[in-house]
T-cell receptor
Framework: RKEVEQDPGPFNVPEGATVAFNCTYS??????FFWYRQDCRKEPKLLMS???SGNEDGRFTAQLNRASQYISLLIRDSKLSDSATYLC?????????????FGAGTRLAVHP | GAVVSQHPSWVICKSGTSVKIECRSL??????MFWYRQFPKQSLMLMAT?????????EQGVEKDKFLINHASLTLSTLTVTSAHPEDSSFYIC??????????????FGQGTRLTVV
């Protein structure tokens, strides 16, 4: 079983739509959680951290359910520029380092 | 924000040759850098953790003699793919964090290197 699992998509949505991505992780000892965005052939960039209480940044809302080992990302009022791959990331403490473990990503395509 | 620069952004090499990829932290000192590999439509897979002044720590299944890592200074780590073969063709990305032991420290990524071995 993969450490971080995501629905690969693609999610094809019209502008203005609301879309939700889900992610599950297998290591119950994981301590921190993130959503990264990756554009085609580019490096990943941090979208937002995910805290236990849930957090919101403009049109983006992230939720964490530790009991279910489940993370979500909600995007409201989708823009064309939101088209990208969204990577669910959890951290693993190993050998004194806090390593990032990436999901395979969910592709989002927003169309006019 | 912090910047990580990676070079080259793409390289084509012949089978059997070696390729060196550089990763620099431009405005912070990185005692630890991470090297990832990403195949098309797959996730970033951690290859190794590069430690300044000491040996790198490799993930299971990654050949340390094939992927040589040198972290000679606090701002530079290099990955050398030795005796490259077509199956080594991939997107290689480095990453660094200001405080790698702090859980919510943002990771900054280099621009990535697309390696094609012919």
């Amino acid at each position: 079983r993969k450490e971080v699992e995501q629905d690969p998509g693609p999610f094809n949505v019209p502008e203005g739509a609301t879309v939700a991505f889900n992610c599950t992780y297998s290591n119950s000892a994981s301590q921190s959680f993130f959503w990264y965005r990756q554009d085609c052939r580019k490096e990943p960039k941090l979208l937002m951290s995910v805290y236990s209480s849930g957090n919101e940044d403009g049109r983006f809302t992230a939720q964490l359910n530790r009991a279910s080992q489940y993370i979500s990302l909600l995007i409201r009022d989708s823009k064309l520029s939101d088209s990208a791959t969204y990577l669910c990331v959890v951290t693993s403490d190993s050998g004194g380092y806090n390593k990032l473990i990436f999901g395979a990503g969910t592709r989002l395509a927003v169309h006019p | 924000g912090a910047v990580v620069s990676q070079h080259p952004s793409w390289v084509i090499c012949k089978s059997g040759t070696s390729v060196k990829i550089e990763c620099r932290s431009l405005d912070f000192q990185a005692t630890t850098m991470f090297w990832y590999r990403q195949f098309p439509k797959q996730s970033l897979m951690l290859m190794a953790t590069s430690n300044e002044g000491s040996k790198a720590t490799y993930e299971q299944g990654v050949e340390k003699d094939k992927f040589l890592i040198n972290h000679a200074s606090l701002t530079l780590s290099t990955l050398t793919v030795t005796s490259a073969h077509p199956e080594d063709s991939s997107f290689y990305i480095c990453s660094a964090r200001d405080e790698p032991t702090h859980r919510y420290t943002e990771a900054f990524f280099g621009q990535g290197t697309r390696l094609t071995v012919v």
